[in-house]
């Protein structure tokens, strides 16, 4: 293992002119994780149990491009994994060698598919499987494919009771990783298991209340639970207003706040405007001023669109210029907005 | 004259405070902050060396040069993206007008790799052999069109891609990535983008999937990878993008989008954000760069968009400058500030080796240069007259903010592909 390190780490100094691809696209370390010693299968074409499968080469053609100097432990263990493929082998060897093939690539979404298709035929205890799953999550956890794979885990054990905490914990070193909010969403709307979630939110609210994570699932957990009652959306105004006050330059919390604005049919124009002028007194945060011009350009009366042109002009020359020609635009709609009433 | 009055901008920033932490310090601004602070004394030692803003050309030709026929074994993490690989370099010096500097064989050479990495039942997959998956599929099918030869074109088997994009299709309409796959709307704009390019969009296609991306639409007007999800700059990219391909745009709040995205720019960096409360990143360049042109597309013409523009979204002052409608939008520019973008791509995402990247103190890599570049292309094609932050010799082709293909290629394809039989149905007009 220290000898593999040491290979990986001059790897990366000699390295300058490639780099960790980005976890846009796909996200494994660079370094192969280690798979114990005792537990592979590798080298395959001595290991007695793979003395009957004929390996298939990789056909990249004759002159292929963005070649790979896979090492050879890779490029055998793919070579057994297509021979396998071809053979649509859905056995415990095969289970294994899908591991292995995660291990040196987890993004290798061929090698994903081909496991659950294992798994299904060899009704696999899907419980160890998660395990399995959890363990290599916490060493990579922004890939698609293995949050994927843990869905359909959960979803074939039909049990959640381990994913608010394992998703809760991975959220410990990453607060805002997409794919744990999404398996986390998911598991909330497909169990309909939202007992807390509100209470989770506001804890990570508490750690970050600029978190725009937790205020998207909080949004989420309202709509499916209470819905945007008019009591709701007093309390939740009243709970995002506390949160303004401490830091008024929040955008996450001022575009929450115009999300209960905009699900109101209650009209309750007043109070919000009220607050964002409070706010505005005191500090002169951008997004108070862009949702009192949303508020303003809601009023029919000229006095208020006029004050949301200035507003914006404000906005455009000194408050926000880097969007000064959305300003602009803004007020050529509210002057617009005036000439038709 | 114009470079000059750039520079003044850029250099009025160098000045910038960091912003506001409201006395109220959370992880979000620390980070923020720490990378402002970094920016600014970058901004700041650029004005004092009077560096001029070039775009390193060759030194990112040579980077990808470097790569396009082997890669280090670290890039064993991508071997399941090769079609990406292909795309990202191609598509980059295609931008850069490179092609010359290829050797001479090395186009024919993608076109048969790309070819092996075709299934026999239906679309591309991340290498040979590989399970068919709709993300290599849209890289290979751009990468094929970005070649341009008729040996290109040839490779794609339209007829099996059709079939396989149907498959890939669910109930409640989004698309599987690949055979009992993920879900999501990178998957929905890789499908219809891929169909698109080759003509072979029908109304069973695209049944039920622009109410399914409408349902991405989120409270602050951006879009989600899902239902339910946080608005992220990627998203919201495939969600316009789509919509914009099968002319539903009319389904989503585009003035609330507008407003998400216009501030997804940062006020310090220049560059764009893909989430709120998030640091910049070069690739949202082009994610919530392109978002711009598309929505002043839609803006401009907000009755149903003609046919011939269903594809572009051209350079040309002409489509733009007719009144179609009563529209109160009638820019001369995209609504970002396409100076202050083009900044940070040319002063903070070179990097010295060659390569583009994320931010600084990142390392280089291909998807990066790729979204860098495109993002940069976008900034500089506008409509009513390019400008190029630095100098004219910075200036890329121009790029569809729809499909990220070079403007001449992509019309080369639609000539190509318009010509080709169509799925036995009647084409979305």
Same mark, same amino acid.
């Given at each position: 293992r220290k000898r593999r390190r040491r290979e990986a780490q001059r790897t990366q100094r000699g390295s300058l002119y490639f780099c960790v691809p980005p976890s846009c696209v796909a996200s494994t370390p660079m370094t192969d994780f280690e798979v114990q010693e005792d537990k592979t299968?590798?080298?395959?074409?001595?290991n007695p149990e793979w003395s009957d499968i004929t390996p298939l080469k990789q056909d990249d053609g004759p002159n292929p491009v963005v070649s790979i100097l896979y090492s050879k432990r890779f490029s055998e263990s793919m070579d057994y994994f297509r021979a396998i493929l071809q053979k649509d082998e859905r056995s415990p060897r095969a289970l294994r060698l899908c591991s292995e093939i995660i291990d040196l690539n987890s993004a290798n979404y061929t090698a994903w598919h081909f496991r659950r298709a294992c798994l299904k035929e060899l009704d696999s205890n899907l419980t160890e499987e998660l395990k399995y799953v959890s363990e290599i999550t916490l060493q990579t956890p922004k890939n698609y494919q293995l949050w994927f794979h843990r869905r359909k885990l959960v979803e074939w054990l039909n049990d959640p009771s381990l994913e608010l905490e394992f998703t809760a914990k991975v959220l410990e070193s990453d607060s805002k990783n997409y794919h744990v909010w999404s398996h986390r969403s998911w598991v909330n709307q497909h169990f309909n298991l939202w007992d807390g979630e509100l209470a989770f939110t506001k804890s990570l609210l508490e750690q970050d209340l600029r978190n725009n994570s937790a205020f998207n699932h909080r949004y989420t957990v309202v709509k499916h639970t209470t819905g945007f009652t008019r009591e709701v959306i007093q309390s939740e105004s009243r709970f995002v207003f506390e949160l303004i006050t401490k830091a008024p330059n929040n955008e996450s919390a001022w575009n929450y706040l115009r999300g209960l604005f905009d699900t109101n049919?209650?009209?309750q124009h007043d109070e919000f405007q009220r607050f964002t002028e409070d706010v505005i007194s005191g500090t002169k945060s951008v997004h108070a001023y862009s949702f009192l011009v949303d508020i303003l350009m809601r009023r029919k009366q000229n006095s208020d669109l006029l004050r949301a042109v200035e507003i914006c002009k404000n906005l455009g020359s000194e408050l926000d210029e880097i969007r000064v020609k959305y300003w602009k635009y803004v007020e050529k709609l509210i002057r617009q907005q005036i000439q038709d009433e | 004259a114009i470079s000059s009055a750039f520079s003044e901008v850029v250099v009025e920033r160098t000045e910038m405070s960091l912003s506001s932490d409201d006395g109220y310090q959370t992880q979000t601004t620390r980070v923020q902050r720490e990378l402002e602070q970094l920016i600014i004394d970058i901004l700041r030692l650029w004005r004092r060396e009077q560096q001029v803003m070039s775009l390193r050309r060759s030194t990112h030709i040579s980077y990808i040069k470097s790569g396009i026929l082997t890669l280090p074994g670290m890039f064993t993490v991508l071997d399941s993206s090769r079609p990406w690989l292909c795309y990202w370099m191609l598509h980059s010096l295609c931008l850069m007008d490179a @092609? #010359? #500097?290829?050797?001479?064989d090395t186009l024919s050479r993608c076109v048969q790799f790309l070819s092996h990495c075709q299934s026999s039942s239906g679309g591309f997959g991340?290498?040979?052999?590989q399970l068919p998956h709709l993300a290599p599929s849209y890289a290979a099918v751009a990468a094929l069109i970005t070649i341009g030869t008729q040996e290109a074109y040839e490779v794609i088997n339209r007829k099996s891609m059709y079939e396989y994009l149907l498959r890939m299709k669910t109930p409640a309409g989004g698309f599987s990535v690949h055979n009992e796959g993920e879900v999501d709307i990178r998957g929905t704009y890789t499908a219809i983008a891929t169909a698109a390019m080759l003509n072979i969009l029908t109304p069973e296609l695209v049944k039920g999937v622009p109410e399914w991306i409408a349902r991405c639409q989120r409270y602050d007007g951006g879009m989600a990878g899902e239902p339910e999800m946080e608005s992220h700059g990627g998203y919201a990219y495939c969600g316009l993008a789509s919509l914009f391909i099968l002319r539903r745009t009319d389904l989503i709040d585009l003035p609330l989008l507008l407003k998400w995205t216009v501030n997804r720019q940062m006020r310090v960096e220049g560059g764009f954000q893909g989430r709120t409360n998030k640091l910049v990143d070069g690739c949202y360049s082009f994610w919530v760069g392109a978002i711009f042109p598309m929505l002043h597309e839609l803006l401009t013409n907000p009755t149903e968009v003609a046919e011939e523009e269903k594809v572009q979204c051209s350079t040309s002052s002409s489509s733009s400058n007719s009144p179609r409608s009563s529209s109160p939008y009638h820019q001369s520019s995209w609504l970002m500030n396409a100076e202050e973008l083009q900044k940070y791509v040319l002063v903070c995402c070179q990097h010295y080796t060659g390569g583009l990247i994320d931010k600084p103190e990142k390392y280089p890599d291909f998807y990066h240069t790729c979204y860098c570049l495109s993002g940069l292309s976008i900034a500089q094609n506008n409509p009513f007259g390019v400008k190029c932050l630095g100098s004219e010799t910075n200036k890329l082709k121009p790029t569809s903010p729809? @499909?990220?293909?070079e403007i001449s290629k992509l019309r080369a394809a639609e000539a190509y592909f318009s010509k080709q039989p169509h799925p036995d149905q009647i084409s979305v007009p």
């Open positions: 299968m590798y080298p395959f074409s001595t049919e209650f009209s | @092609f #010359s #500097s290829l050797e001479k991340g290498g040979p052999q729809v @499909f990220n293909l």
